[in-house]
């Protein structure tokens, strides 16, 4: 351990091989188990348990927290893996967050992400940068979340799931399928509702991109026409990045893709 003494708690457990910026606060109880690594300015609160973790800079990991903690899984057969964090994290009171299994050896979180009360993540998953997770959201295992995307209270995420980048997942929601990136989910089990507009236009997205994204939006999903045609269109070159993305995914999809609810073309036709 490398933290100076004045900012660890002597309360504090940590375990001799854990690798810990001078700078790291850590508080009372707070436990730091085995192939750690912490990054500079971070703090971890009280009764804290962080274990086969290496994390980056700036992290502020709240009091009652556990990170990287073993997979509920009951294939896990106690191999070693870990989780891998960036910088900038929030990990508020009570979140799980777990490690990997076997399957692809840690679970990955990146960047300036969110974990709000109660929020858990599972086993392998993969979460992007800028994501946020609110009160009591749950991603099972080898789940996919991209970058900026918002999973709302209570809703939650079944296993191999993927949800595209800059998606909104509205509270209670229960996602079975693939969410696509710069799309709006709701409902159980969670259907499309169209574009996440505001999310797009507060992230700076041009006007000419946003018409974009709604007319293949429409096309992907009210043309009547099969995927097989539209999707190399709207991956040819020449279309805006984001529209090439939005396809991309879709093409890439083995779970299966969300689609709008029924009756939802008045909606769409309102983005």
């Given at each position: 351990m490398?933290?100076t003494?004045?900012?660890?708690?002597?309360t504090?457990?940590?375990?001799?091989?854990?690798?810990?910026?001078?700078?790291?606060?850590?508080g009372?109880?707070?436990?730091?188990?085995?192939?750690?690594?912490?990054?500079a300015?971070t703090?971890?609160?009280?009764?804290?348990?962080?274990e086969?973790?290496?994390?980056?800079k700036?992290?502020r990991?709240?009091?009652?927290a556990?990170?990287?903690?073993?997979?509920?899984?009951l294939k896990y057969?106690g191999?070693r893996?870990r989780?891998?964090?960036?910088?900038?994290n929030?990990?508020r009171?009570?979140?799980?967050?777990?490690?990997?299994t076997?399957?692809?050896g840690?679970?990955?979180?990146?960047?300036?992400?969110?974990f709000?009360?109660?929020?858990h993540?599972a086993h392998?998953?993969?979460?992007?940068d800028?994501?946020?997770?609110?009160?009591?959201?749950?991603?099972?295992?080898?789940v996919?979340?991209?970058?900026g995307?918002?999973?709302?209270?209570?809703?939650?995420?079944?296993?191999?799931?993927?949800?595209?980048?800059?998606?909104?997942?509205s509270g209670g929601s229960?996602v079975g399928?693939?969410?696509p990136?710069?799309?709006?989910?709701?409902?159980?089990?969670a259907m499309?509702?169209g574009?996440?507009?505001?999310?797009?236009?507060?992230a700076?997205?041009?006007?000419?991109?946003?018409?974009?994204?709604?007319a293949?939006?429409k096309?992907l999903?009210?043309s009547?026409?099969?995927l097989?045609?539209?999707?190399?269109e709207?991956?040819?070159?020449?279309n805006p990045k984001?529209?090439?993305?939005l396809?991309?995914?879709?093409?890439?999809?083995?779970?299966?893709?969300?689609?709008?609810?029924?009756g939802?073309?008045?909606?769409d036709?309102?983005?």
């Amino acid at each position: 351990m490398s933290a100076t003494m004045s900012a660890v708690h002597p309360t504090a457990i940590i375990d001799p091989g854990a690798k810990i910026d001078p700078s790291v606060k850590i508080g009372p109880y707070a436990v730091i188990g085995e192939d750690v690594v912490i990054g500079a300015g971070t703090t971890i609160g009280a009764h804290a348990v962080i274990e086969f973790t290496h994390m980056g800079k700036d992290n502020r990991i709240l009091p009652g927290a556990f990170v990287g903690g073993p997979p509920q899984d009951l294939k896990y057969a106690g191999e070693r893996t870990r989780l891998v964090m960036g910088d900038k994290n929030l990990v508020r009171e009570c979140v799980t967050l777990n490690r990997g299994t076997s399957a692809t050896g840690e679970t990955r979180i990146g960047s300036g992400c969110l974990f709000m009360a109660y929020s858990h993540v599972a086993h392998d998953c993969r979460v992007g940068d800028g994501v946020i997770l609110v009160n009591s959201v749950p991603l099972a295992g080898h789940v996919e979340v991209g970058d900026g995307a918002i999973l709302g209270g209570s809703s939650a995420v079944h296993q191999f799931v993927r949800i595209g980048r800059m998606a909104m997942i509205s509270g209670g929601s229960m996602v079975g399928k693939d969410v696509p990136p710069f799309c709006t989910a709701q409902g159980d089990r969670a259907m499309l509702r169209g574009l996440n507009s505001l999310g797009l236009r507060r992230a700076g997205l041009k006007a000419d991109v946003l018409r974009a994204l709604k007319a293949a939006y429409k096309t992907l999903f009210f043309s009547g026409r099969t995927l097989d045609l539209t999707l190399p269109e709207l991956q040819a070159p020449g279309n805006p990045k984001e529209v090439v993305e939005l396809a991309a995914f879709i093409a890439a999809s083995k779970r299966g893709i969300t689609r709008p609810a029924a009756g939802a073309q008045q909606e769409d036709a309102e983005l």
